[in-house]
């Protein structure tokens, strides 16, 4: 079976209020913004007899503010406009090195952050820099909106604490402090339009004594949703990153994570490939997009 | 009905808007450059240019597009006057089955207008949304690499 044109309904929005006004009156439609998950499954014929409330014409929603504490991503920024804004670029490079990784240019003129983040698929790419620049996420709804931390939004596989009624509207990266050292890595089975086995981003701050003033690490694909490694950040605050630390933080990975067997992978490979970056990281020969 | 532009002409349609892109171009406007291969956003055969981007146009309802600018391989030259780079396909073997290639200009075509460097890193980066199932990349390759330096 095939998407069949004639079977769906479409509505576009012309605003934001627009949009959460058709979107509180249909709690079913789809939302759509750059097209490249949904329309995939459209084509595929799973999709025929919905809905489908076209967001993509807000403007409001397409525009990127940089200010000296951070920057407000509108959900319909596409991957390429940001990967266009150089103080993006400089203020958020683990971010917009996912960005570019994206699918080829295709997908990331067309693909938007917002819809990265709706979707929820355990191998987002932009979600490990997310995770490590504690983004918060603005959601809307015709009765107002809030904001979630990064790590409420997603509570299982392809699944979100969004309500039905709510669109997310943006996304706020706090400016982070210069790192000492900054990572991102995906690996996969070929450099664009691949699923990932393992994606990993890090940020690492030092005190004037050289030890850890803060450590952030997130991994993708490495479980139902992107898991920052809370227990190696907090097992090693304060240390000085030496052999017994870094085998430390390194055996602490596993218990933050869960990977698993799938088409793409093994558990035991995608465990080791995450445990090799992650020393890598903190011995400090692998950083850098 | 939908207003866009298509090869600089002003064309309206006014048929159901879920309709995609891609079988707007083929089936209403006669423009059968444009190719399906995966309709899965995959193989980038179905590349067109939308305001000076590359897009898959399978993954686009054409109802997304009112006012929009788009330019498909049809636009980069005809039959009697080949563009630069459908001449450096040609002879620099670029095209075998030829399903692939009116994506692959599409692509570096945008990949031109973004400066066109000739870097090997470069043109693999503005081609890696388009896969071609019979040259191996290397003629291709080649072939954007020529065009885009000038060399014949
Ligand atoms: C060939 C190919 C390769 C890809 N490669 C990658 C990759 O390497 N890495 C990766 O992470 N992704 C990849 N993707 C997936 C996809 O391109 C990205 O997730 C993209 O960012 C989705 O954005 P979109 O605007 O196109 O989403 P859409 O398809 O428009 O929407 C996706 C989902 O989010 C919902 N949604 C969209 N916007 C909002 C909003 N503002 N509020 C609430 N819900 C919303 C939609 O209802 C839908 O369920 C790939 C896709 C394809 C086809
Ligand atoms: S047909 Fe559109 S990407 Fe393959
Ligand atoms: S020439 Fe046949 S797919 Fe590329």
């Known amino acids: 079976m095939r998407g069949d044109a004639a079977s769906m309904t479409l509505l576009r929005a012309k605003s934001a209020a627009d949009a959460l006004r058709l979107r509180a009156r249909n709690p079913a439609a789809l939302p759509l913004a750059g097209g490249t998950d949904l329309m995939v499954h459209w084509n595929a014929g799973l999709l025929n007899g919905r809905t489908v409330l076209d967001i993509s014409a807000v403007k409001d929603w397409r525009r990127i503010k940089v200010g000296k504490d951070g920057a407000e991503v509108g959900a319909l920024a596409t991957h390429a406009a940001l990967l266009r804004q150089p103080a993006v670029v400089a203020g958020w490079p683990l971010l917009t090195a996912a960005c570019g990784l994206v699918g080829g240019p295709q997908i990331q003129a067309r693909g938007t952050l917002g819809g990265n983040i709706a979707n929820a698929s355990p191998a987002g790419d932009t979600f490990p820099p997310l995770a490590v620049y504690e983004a918060r996420v603005r959601v809307a709804s015709s009765a107002g909106s809030r904001e979630l931390a990064f790590s409420e939004v997603f509570t299982g596989v392809k699944k979100t604490s969004l309500k039905p009624d709510e669109l997310i509207e943006s996304i706020y990266l706090p400016r982070p402090a210069k790192p000492a050292r900054q990572l991102f890595r995906k690996v996969g089975t070929r450099a664009a339009q691949a699923i990932s086995k393992t994606m990993a981003a890090g940020l690492l701050w030092l005190d004037k004594k050289g030890a850890v003033g803060e450590l952030r690490f997130a991994l993708g694909s490495m479980a139902p949703t992107v898991r920052r490694l809370r227990k190696a950040e907090q097992a090693v605050r304060g240390r000085k990153l030496d052999r017994e630390t870094i085998d430390l933080a390194v055996k602490l990975l596993a218990s933050d994570v869960s990977p698993i067997d799938d088409i793409r992978s093994t558990r035991l490979y995608r465990l080791r490939a995450a445990e090799n970056i992650f020393r890598g990281f903190l011995e400090g020969r692998l950083e850098g997009v | ?152």
């Open chain 2, 1 to 152: 009905m939908i207003r866009l532009s298509v090869n600089g002409k002003r064309r309206s349609y006014a048929g159901h808007p879920f309709k995609r892109l891609l079988d707007v171009l083929r089936e209403d406007f006669r423009l059968t450059g444009s190719k399906e291969g995966c309709g899965e956003g995959e193989c980038g055969a179905c590349s067109v240019l939308i305001d000076g981007e590359p897009v898959n146009s399978c993954l686009i309802p054409v109802g997304q597009l009112e006012g929009a600018k788009i330019e498909t391989v049809e636009s980069l030259g005809t039959p009697e006057k080949l563009g630069r780079l459908q001449k450096a396909f040609l002879e620099h073997g670029g095209a075998q089955c030829g399903i692939c290639t009116p994506g692959m200009l599409v692509a570096a075509e945008a990949h031109r207008r973004c400066g066109g460097s000739t870097k090997r890193q470069a043109l693999c980066r503005a081609l890696a949304g388009n896969l071609c199932r019979c040259t191996g990349y290397k003629h291709i390759i080649e072939s954007v690499a020529a065009a885009l330096s000038g060399k014949r």
